[in-house]
């Protein structure tokens, strides 16, 4: 699969009062220095909404 890039997800936990804290997630964008086009491999599928028509593909 050809991408410009992909995003890691890194948890973070912030006090939301005195005794309790909120998890967080703070995307970081992922590239290859240099370069435009970056090639990654695994299964892929398609997913198509049949209500909509709204597609999305998934990589693992």
Partial sequence: ??????YE???LYEWADDKHKKKKK????IKQ???DLT???GLGRDWVNKGTGESS???R
């Fill in 57 to 59: 593909a998934a990589v």
């Fill in 1 to 6: 699969m050809v991408v410009n890039g992909y």
């Fill in 33 to 35: 220095k240099g370069e």
């Fill in 9 to 11: 997800w890194e948890e």
């Fill in 26 to 29: 703070q995307p970081h964008f």
């Fill in 39 to 41: 090639l990654l491999a």
